[in-house]
């Protein structure tokens, strides 16, 4: 069985900071892109980053450009979401996704697997 797990969500204050985890199993996805993804509430679920398979390219979001980041440890299938300045308007559920596809996609629709999603809530 296929998984994505999120952890590392919470209520942080504004200017904070804080690290989203995602790991998968059932399959390896160490050949897989991985991204993520967030929902507030009353909008559409919106790109946030996205990193190539090799670690090498990465793509981010105007939004959250020089605030997060976004990396893997293959080694461990798993995906991180650094994210530094934290400001109310982060404040989403967060979902990791992977994709095998021949670009790095912000489109959902691209996206394979999906993870359930950890709440950030950025208090002011």
């Known amino acids: 069985q296929v998984q994505l797990i999120e952890s590392g969500g919470g209520l942080v204050q504004v200017g904070g900071s804080m690290k989203l985890s995602c790991v998968a199993s059932?399959?390896?996805?160490?050949?897989?892109?991985r991204a993520w993804f967030r929902q507030a509430p009353g909008k559409e679920r919106e790109f946030v980053a996205v990193i190539h398979w090799t670690g090498g390219s990465t793509r981010y979001a105007d939004s959250v450009k020089g605030r997060f980041t976004i990396s893997r440890d293959n080694a461990k299938n798993t995906v991180y979401l650094q994210m530094n300045s934290l400001k109310p308007e982060d404040t989403a559920v967060y979902s990791c996704?992977?994709?095998?596809?021949?670009?790095?996609?912000?489109?959902?629709?691209?996206?394979?697997?999906w993870g359930q999603g950890t709440q950030v809530t950025v208090s002011s």
């Open positions: 996704a992977a994709d095998r596809g021949v670009t790095l996609y912000r489109e959902a629709r691209n996206y394979d697997y």
């Open positions: 059932g399959r390896a996805f160490s050949t897989y892109h």
